[in-house]
């Protein structure tokens, strides 16, 4: 198993309080991928679904595990949920992530409308899709691009998980519009509302807002260049 799962169990054994063994694991996005999948976020093959599945997951937790406040209101998984979730997908840190999570996430009225608009378009059965819908649904509230909110290495990865979990909703985005803006705009229409009141979109102001390249330096990378930085400077 990697080198950061080894530590990270020789902590465990070593007595130290599960939370304060948690707590370090959580420091870093990259340390978490690792320890999730046994490589880095570029060396991972996601040729097939359920590789690609436990990417997505595994790069949604390494960003919400680092993030401050509890686990469960970045996630917006229950405890039970993200036990779960760990259980399935990465049986092996199960014990050290679970205890993270102790706590319920709090509703969140906007998170909960696009996680039911997600549920309701679901093209997969199972858990995995369930839990996908409430992730996302909880990182759709985050300010950033939602493929960097959660933690992907670009939109198209994004796309992906969309069009192979929530494909009649996805499969409507005729435009290439941003995905948040299509969720929101898709939750308007469902309630007879009028999002803007500009007559096309070919003539709107904010075109960019909707429609505008969502490309960039993935949140991983960011933060990984940002140690590399930090090191460098104390060396």
Known sequence: MASAAAAIDATVTAAVPLRVA?????????LVYRALTGCTPAEACID???AFDRHVLASILSVALTEPGPVASRCGLSSDEFAALVAMMFPHVSVVLSVLALDD????????MVRDLLLAHRSTSGAISRWLAALVARRALEPSHLWEDLGLRNRGELSR???RHFAPLAEGNTRNMRWKRYFYRKLCEDDGMVMCSTPSCAQCNDFAECFGEESGESRMAMRRREVELRAASVA
């Open 22 to 30: 948690a707590s370090s694991f959580a420091s870093s996005p990259a």
């Open 48 to 50: 097939d679904d359920r």
């Open 105 to 112: 996430a709090e509703d969140d009225e906007e998170a909960a």
């Open 161 to 163: 998980l969309l069009l």
